[in-house]
């Protein structure tokens, strides 16, 4: 028993290295060389000594103590992410409304930015790697964007395909990377052994102190060693605390330290190494084998990333700040294994555009930086309102416990400010646009549903007058979808209208997201009878269940209710939205809201019913 649970230990680290690492794993690829680019940083023994050590205790504060110590533990019934942390936060302060609202705006724009940050990591990653053809020959540059787009695009050419296939490669392929980084530090690091004594914070303070603005300057730089880092907190449903944190101390963090410190040591050792410090790390014949190596390794972290787009998408669906979107699924195993065509494209056409714009990794890297530095300090800010309003820790513990955390993402976060007009702005417009159609998405719904409200038909009240004079039954079960319960569905009064008939049983159902990641099926739907074989049913998912509505209407068997699949129609309508000059939004809101509502998947497939359900023209709602 014990070697079948060590085993499948084994496998979810392994697992991990490939899926959460992927990311800050390939930073070795370009975080060393942003620090001495651009002439920032005067080239002598002091400085490299000092920016290594800044590098390893930034590794140290953020990653290891912040996330892997403090940020893992704030889980969400074992899930993480920002989704999931956002959830939790808004339900610790559910009796403060106006603290609780204000939450939930930082919270969605900090999800937000997760999707500029998804159009910055894969074009950064890719580019960084294939630019090591460079150092094979200049020849070769003119080939580089060519040959990124190319892998780019067959990277996200076979997402509709899912990745179980080949996801099992990830995390053997991400081991053999970081084995590999690790031999091309140690090689260096013999060179000049007193590299190691780096490790000490006082080289970075006595940086830190004899050149406060150019240290201020380069947290831009320095940070890119830390990017992915929210990974750990976001894959954590996955894998799991134990697995996240083995992989990182055993693994991870010494590979990522001996790479660094191997660049340190060739910088001492030959100053023209610092246009590319981590190619030139390796002799001749290992460069193309290890551009070769480290596009896979890119290639992975962009998967990774591309995943937990579809899945933070489809949680953001689930929390109603997206409408529905086409969802897919790849895998008749994996639940989680989904494909987002919208989503897949929309951050093709974005990274391309940032590939062609920016041309090379370096200039990318002055647009990297401000999502990451922001996600972080919303993550620090929304884990200080769990640990003191869910986990009722006292107040000094818990100001303790964040406010050191806040000052260091808050430093990284404004020096990043200073690259914000040099290609900060890009990933910041496409967040803030991201953020904009939540926000105009959740509002128009919630102005919809007062409308319908003030116009709805009491169902109960209408089922009795029905049934005073009853209309002619028929075999079978109809399923109406309301948006509200016990209101009187469009689509029953298209049907008593047009076809005069009324099934022999009827289900009034209205699906419920909640903030929480999953509701068991035991708990899934609540049943009310309404009489004459009618019941008005909710079914509640949590955002990061699967919706299935035919499977969860299965529970309605054990309390009197006979469903047979083939014989149970389902019924829902189609609201159409007219924008107006009301008390609603902005003009342009309203017009934005209509056009999604319009553009959004149906229910039908969003629900997972069959292809016979009958879709009804409904109501026109004026907001």
């Not at 690492?21 to 920032?40: N, P, Q």
């Not at 050792?269 to 290992?286: G, I, L, Q, S, T």
């Not at 068997?557 to 007219?578: A, H, K, N, W």
């Amino acid at each position: 028993m014990s070697s079948h649970k060590s085993t499948a230990s084994a496998a979810l680290i392994l697992a991990a290295i490939g899926v959460v690492y992927g990311d800050i794993g390939t930073s070795v690829l370009y975080a060393m060389k942003e620090v001495f680019s651009h002439d920032r940083v005067a080239f002598n023994h002091e400085n490299v000594f000092g920016i290594l050590s800044m590098f390893f205790w930034t590794l140290t504060i953020i990653v290891s103590v912040k996330y892997v110590v403090l940020v893992l533990r704030a889980d969400n019934a074992g899930e993480g992410g920002l989704v999931a942390m956002l959830a939790l936060a808004s339900q610790a302060v559910v009796d403060r409304p106006r603290l609780r609202r204000v939450l939930l705006l930082v919270g969605i724009f900090g999800t937000s930015l997760f999707y500029g940050d998804g159009v910055i990591t894969p074009a950064i990653s890719v580019l960084s790697a294939v630019e090591g053809l460079e150092v094979v020959s200049p020849h070769f540059k003119e080939y580089v964007i060519p040959i990124t787009l190319v892998v780019l695009f067959g990277l996200f050419a076979v997402q509709k395909h899912g990745t179980a296939g080949i996801g099992r490669f990830f995390g053997p392929i991400t081991l053999i990377w970081f084995f590999a980084i690790s031999a091309l530090g140690i090689a260096q690091i013999q060179t000049h052994p007193e590299i190691l004594k780096a490790l000490s914070p006082h080289y970075a303070l006595y940086f830190i102190w004899n050149n406060p603005g150019t240290s201020f300057l380069i947290l831009g730089a320095t940070v890119l060693c830390v990017t992915g880092a929210e990974a750990l907190y976001a894959d954590l449903g996955h894998f799991g605390k134990g697995p996240i944190r083995i992989a990182w101390f055993s693994v991870v963090m010494p590979a990522l330290t001996l790479n660094y410190f191997g660049q340190g040591a060739l910088l001492l050792r030959d100053p023209a190494a610092v246009k590319n410090p981590f190619y030139m790390m390796a002799p001749e014949w290992a460069v193309v084998p290890l551009v070769v190596l480290a596009t896979m390794a890119t290639v992975i972290a962009s998967q990774a990333l591309i995943t937990g787009a579809f899945s933070v998408t489809r949680q953001v669906i689930q929390l109603g700040y997206l409408p529905r979107l086409n969802i897919e699924h790849t895998s008749v195993r994996t639940a989680g294994q989904i494909y987002i065509p919208f989503v897949n494209w929309g951050l093709f056409v974005a990274i391309v555009l940032a590939v062609v714009m920016f041309r090379s990794s370096s200039n990318l890297a002055a647009a990297y930086g401000i999502a990451v530095t922001t996600d972080m300090l919303i993550t620090t800010v929304l884990t200080f309102f769990v640990i003191r309003f869910a986990w009722k820790l006292p107040l000094a513990l818990c100001i303790g416990a964040t406010a050191v955390f806040f000052v260091v993402d808050f430093a990284f976060f404004a020096s990043n400010l200073l690259k914000l007009f040099e290609g900060g702005w890009f990933p910041l417009l496409i967040g803030g646009a991201v953020f904009m159609l939540m926000i105009t998405w959740k509002e128009g719904r919630r102005l919809m549903g007062q409308v319908q409200r003030q116009d709805a038909i009491d169902l109960r009240a209408f089922l009795d007058s029905v049934f005073v004079n009853p209309p002619a039954r028929v075999e079978g079960t109809a399923v109406f979808l309301t948006a509200e319960p016990g209101v009187v569905p469009n689509a029953l009064l298209h049907n008593l209208k047009h076809n005069k008939v009324l099934h022999e049983q009827n289900l009034f159902v209205t699906v419920r997201n909640h903030e929480v990641p999953w509701i068991p099926m035991d708990k899934r739907i609540e049943m009310e009878p309404l009489g004459h074989h009618c019941w008005q049913i909710i079914v509640h998912y949590g955002f990061k269940n699967d919706i299935d509505l035919p499977i969860s209407l299965d529970g309605a068997r054990l309390r009197g209710c006979q469903l047979e699949p083939m014989s149970t129609s389902y019924f829902l309508s189609r609201d159409v939205v007219i924008p107006t000059l009301g008390s609603g939004m902005a003009p342009w809101r309203e017009k934005l809201f209509a056009q999604m509502h319009h553009n959004a998947s149906g229910a039908a497939d969003f629900l997972s019913l069959p292809n016979n359900a009958v879709v009804e023209l409904g109501s026109k709602i004026e907001i």
